[in-house]
């Protein structure tokens, strides 16, 4: 198996998790930090964009991971699909959209409703339904995560497979490393 076939199928992987429900690669956990403490939590494949290998997610604008990803950019995305055996780990780079209205068009009226909630998300609140849909100022964020480098892990008995991949803006370094 070629290097670089190995590292395309993972890419290849990521970019139909956005778009197959199904795939568990819909659902990376993803990991920010401030003030030397780690954080992390499952968000939302939406769209891989393949020129610039960047993964975007959306956000609410008064979380937690926002303010994180603003104040320290670089971050980590961890996928994992049990059937295939795949694991991959991006660190990657946060950027923030400054025209966010193609994304927020698509999303139906439920959808948006997640960007309204009153009180702010993370605040306490005296019950478990104890919050409303009706923030006047909607909190949508969309973030694009460029893809720094790959750690590619294949479980298999007849041998484990492993790479990395350097992303550099034109090219792409490739290579096998001991799983
Ligand atoms: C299946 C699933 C999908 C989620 N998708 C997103 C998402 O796309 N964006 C998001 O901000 N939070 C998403 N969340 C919620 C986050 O995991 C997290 O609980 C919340 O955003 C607060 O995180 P923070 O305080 O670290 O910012 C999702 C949670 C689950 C369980």
Redesign the pocket.
Known sequence: MNVTIFIDDALKTIQRGTVDRKSPFK?PALSSSIDNKV?Q????ARRFIEHDQSLI????HE???YHQLKTNPLCSLLFWDSKKRLQVQVAGEAYFLDDKSDYWDKLNENQKKDYVINPL??SEISSADGYSYDSTKPRFEVISIHFKTLDVLELSPDGHRRAKSILNKNDREDFWVAP
Do not use: A, E, H
């Not at 939590?41 to 939302?44: F, L, Y």
């Not at 997610?57 to 609410?60: G, K, L």
């Open positions: 659902l954080f939590r499952i968000v939302v997610i959306y956000t609410d979380s937690q991971k998300p993370g």
